[in-house]
Protein backbone atom coordinates (compact mmCIF):
# COMPACT_ATOMS: atom_id res chain seq x y z
CA UNK A 1 0.00 0.00 0.00
CA UNK A 2 1.46 3.42 -0.54
CA UNK A 3 1.21 6.48 1.75
CA UNK A 4 -2.07 7.72 0.19
CA UNK A 5 -3.91 4.58 -0.13
CA UNK A 6 -2.82 3.92 3.73
CA UNK A 7 -4.16 7.81 4.49
CA UNK A 8 -7.56 7.13 2.76
CA UNK A 9 -7.99 4.17 4.82
CA UNK A 10 -7.62 5.65 7.84
CA UNK A 11 -9.86 8.38 7.21
CA UNK A 12 -12.41 5.81 5.75
CA UNK A 13 -12.46 3.87 8.72
CA UNK A 14 -12.64 6.86 11.27
CA UNK A 15 -14.74 9.17 9.89
CA UNK A 16 -16.78 8.47 6.46
CA UNK A 17 -18.26 11.85 5.67
CA UNK A 18 -14.83 13.35 6.07
CA UNK A 19 -13.80 10.70 3.39
CA UNK A 20 -16.77 11.12 1.25
CA UNK A 21 -15.05 15.02 0.99
CA UNK A 22 -11.73 13.82 0.42
CA UNK A 23 -13.48 11.81 -2.54
CA UNK A 24 -15.38 14.65 -3.62
CA UNK A 25 -12.51 16.86 -3.77
CA UNK A 26 -13.71 19.55 -0.90
CA UNK A 27 -11.15 18.81 0.81
CA UNK A 28 -7.38 18.15 0.96
CA UNK A 29 -6.40 14.19 1.35
CA UNK A 30 -3.83 15.60 3.91
CA UNK A 31 -6.16 18.23 6.03
CA UNK A 32 -8.99 15.23 6.31
CA UNK A 33 -5.79 12.74 7.49
CA UNK A 34 -4.52 15.83 10.11
CA UNK A 35 -8.08 16.18 11.38
CA UNK A 36 -8.59 12.55 12.03
CA UNK A 37 -5.20 11.53 13.42
CA UNK A 38 -5.72 15.06 16.07
CA UNK A 39 -8.87 12.89 17.08
CA UNK A 40 -7.56 9.83 17.78
CA UNK A 41 -4.47 11.50 19.80
CA UNK A 42 -6.71 13.54 21.28
CA UNK A 43 -4.75 16.72 20.44
CA UNK A 44 -5.60 20.07 18.67
CA UNK A 45 -3.84 19.74 16.18
CA UNK A 46 -1.92 17.20 14.17
CA UNK A 47 1.52 18.20 12.70
CA UNK A 48 3.06 15.27 11.17
CA UNK A 49 6.11 13.51 10.73
CA UNK A 50 8.99 15.67 10.90
CA UNK A 51 8.11 18.37 13.33
CA UNK A 52 10.27 17.43 16.46
CA UNK A 53 12.66 20.36 17.69
CA UNK A 54 16.33 20.06 17.38
CA UNK A 55 18.56 18.53 20.16
CA UNK A 56 20.05 21.41 21.94
CA UNK A 57 23.30 21.02 23.10
CA UNK A 58 25.20 22.11 26.14
CA UNK A 59 26.90 24.84 24.88
CA UNK A 60 23.90 26.43 23.31
CA UNK A 61 22.06 26.29 26.53
CA UNK A 62 25.26 27.91 28.28
CA UNK A 63 25.01 30.69 25.43
CA UNK A 64 20.96 31.01 26.26
CA UNK A 65 22.25 31.37 30.16
CA UNK A 66 25.05 33.91 29.63
CA UNK A 67 22.80 35.66 27.48
CA UNK A 68 19.46 36.16 29.60
CA UNK A 69 21.22 36.17 33.18
CA UNK A 70 24.24 37.36 32.45
CA UNK A 71 25.83 35.32 35.55
CA UNK A 72 29.65 36.37 36.99
CA UNK A 73 32.16 33.94 37.22
CA UNK A 74 31.78 33.49 40.61
CA UNK A 75 28.02 32.51 40.33
CA UNK A 76 29.24 29.47 38.14
CA UNK A 77 31.91 28.53 40.59
CA UNK A 78 29.54 28.42 43.06
CA UNK A 79 26.69 26.86 41.25
CA UNK A 80 29.09 23.98 40.06
CA UNK A 81 30.36 23.52 43.35
CA UNK A 82 26.94 22.91 44.93
CA UNK A 83 26.03 20.75 41.65
CA UNK A 84 29.00 18.73 42.32
CA UNK A 85 30.17 18.73 46.01
CA UNK A 86 32.02 15.94 46.16
CA UNK A 87 34.12 16.39 42.97
CA UNK A 88 34.73 20.05 42.32
CA UNK A 89 38.01 20.01 44.23
CA UNK A 90 39.33 17.63 41.82
CA UNK A 91 38.51 19.49 38.53
CA UNK A 92 38.37 23.09 39.98
CA UNK A 93 41.34 24.92 40.86
Do not use: C
Not at 35 to 54: A, H, P, Q, W
Amino acid sequence: MKNKEIKLAEIKKHNPTLYSKVVNGSTTLQNAYNEVMSEINNTREFKGRGTKNTKITLEQEFEIIQKRYKPKIDDWIELLKKHFPFTHQDKIK
